[in-house]
């Protein structure tokens, strides 16, 4: 069966990253996913086809239902913590739709890598003739805003930058190291000794 069935009720993590595995595939083992893992933790979906491909011409040639697959399963998921899909060939409005639903439905992903995906490209209106002018700010824009609403939400990679917020709701959840709070802690442990 290839959606699964009750002996992927188990399945605590998926890593699939560097498979290259096409579009197809990738929205068939999404689509799967929605009802047979309620207890997915981790699901590792790296160097996959779930925004587009290469045509023979080295044209890129955009696919958004892969993308709709993983929003949907994580819309409805709520054991999922760590998602990481970086190097997936995902555009500005596949990044979008993810960031709405981690903003306004799921609660549950704590660690989100969408490294090394093409976030200002505007996937849609995209034109072999006129794919220069297909860059947007929106996507980015709209990370930012997912990470000041969503509280859950801790670490958040995109491109060679990791973003961790250091306050959620007031409390702090880490200090740097080149934090001079964390300097004053050590000189004062050393006067009291």
């Given amino acids: 069966n290839v959606h699964g069935g009750s002996t992927w009720l188990n399945i605590r993590s998926i890593n699939i990253s560097g ?20 207890n997915l933790t981790a699901l590792n979906m790296s160097a996959n086809q779930i925004g587009g491909y290469s045509d023979e011409d080295d044209f890129f040639i955009p696919v958004l239902s892969p993308g709709k697959a993983l ?33 306004y439905h799921n609660r549950s992903v704590i660690k989100l890598d969408i490294s090394a995906n093409s976030l200002w490209w505007d996937e849609i209106n995209v034109d072999e003739l006129d794919s220069d002018r297909c860059f947007d700010t929106k996507a980015i824009y709209q990370i930012a805003d997912m990470m000041k609403i969503n509280y859950i939400i801790t670490d958040v990679k995109v491109s060679a930058a990791e973003f961790k917020p250091w306050q959620l709701c007031g409390r702090k959840l880490y200090t740097p190291s080149s934090n001079h709070d964390g300097v004053e802690m050590k000189e004062d442990k050393r006067d009291n000794l």
Avoid: A, W
């Fill in 71 to 103: 929003v949907s399963l994580l819309k409805d998921n709520k054991s999922i913590t760590d998602l990481r899909t970086s190097y997936c060939n995902m555009g500005m409005n596949t990044i979008q739709s993810l960031t709405n639903i981690l903003t």
């Fill in 19 to 38: 498979c290259n595995l096409s579009h197809k595939i990738c929205e068939l083992f999404l689509t799967g996913l929605h009802s047979t893992t309620p």
